[in-house]
């Protein structure tokens, strides 16, 4: 079962009849598996490769894989059979997987939060992504630059995290450059001059998301 090689509704709802009926007895599949089925006589589930939800580029990381192994575990065991869950994990003793096998949200919670805070992450920062797109890997480059640059003269006080080497980006390049505040009306005033600046330059491209969600 995925997402990607079956995108129709009705070949999901076979799968899972088929699934349900015991004419398949083993379902493997994406994330998609592990949210919103309740299956009676599943007393057996396994997360293959778990680290790869701790490798995701995102301050969310770690609560991506809190709620996908969570969810992932509570679909064995669900009626009056007991169940029993396999992890693959080099780092049992990551703070996400140790509390999800626990089912304890309180302590990752407490632990999660502490570490935002720490990192200057949301909900105690916004962050903004400001993406550069141009033909040229040099002029991407200085481009972002140049804003960071701008941003620093204008107010101090924001953090900014220095501009990623440009890469390759449909027949373009494109860099990233993050900006964090503790409230939006602190940069609202110096986004509208930077989208001023680069809205009419047709060989350059700017986008604003605030509060990306893959960060």
């Known amino acids: 079962l995925d997402g990607d090689r079956t995108p129709k509704s009705s070949q999901i709802s076979t799968i899972l009849s088929k699934f349900n009926k015991k004419e398949a007895l083993v379902l493997i599949g994406t994330q998609i598996v592990s949210k919103g089925h309740d299956f009676d006589d599943v007393t057996l589930v396994a997360i293959v490769n778990a680290d790869s939800l701790l490798s995701i580029a995102t301050y969310k990381a770690s609560e991506s894989a809190f709620d996908l192994i969570?969810?992932?575990?509570?679909?064995?065991?669900?009626?009056?059979?007991?169940?029993?869950?396999?992890?693959?994990?080099?780092?049992?003793d990551d703070n996400s997987i140790k509390f999800a096998i626990n089912n304890d949200y309180m302590s990752f919670y407490k632990n999660e939060i502490e570490r935002r805070k720490l990192l200057n992450n949301p909900p105690f920062y916004k962050v903004i992504n400001i993406e550069i797109i141009a033909s040229d890997a040099d002029l991407t480059y200085e481009v972002a630059k140049d804003i960071k640059n701008y941003i620093q003269v204008s107010n101090e006080n924001l953090i900014i995290l220095n501009p990623r080497e440009p890469f390759w980006y449909r027949k373009q390049y494109k860099t990233n450059l993050y900006l964090k505040c503790k409230k939006i009306s602190e940069v609202e005033t110096i986004l509208d001059e930077i989208i001023d600046t680069y809205k009419s330059k047709n060989n350059i491209l700017v986008k604003i998301n605030v509060n990306p969600i893959d960060y």
């Open 70 to 92: 969570t969810q992932t575990i509570g679909r064995a065991g669900r009626a009056d059979k007991k169940g029993l869950a396999i992890i693959q994990t080099s780092f049992k």
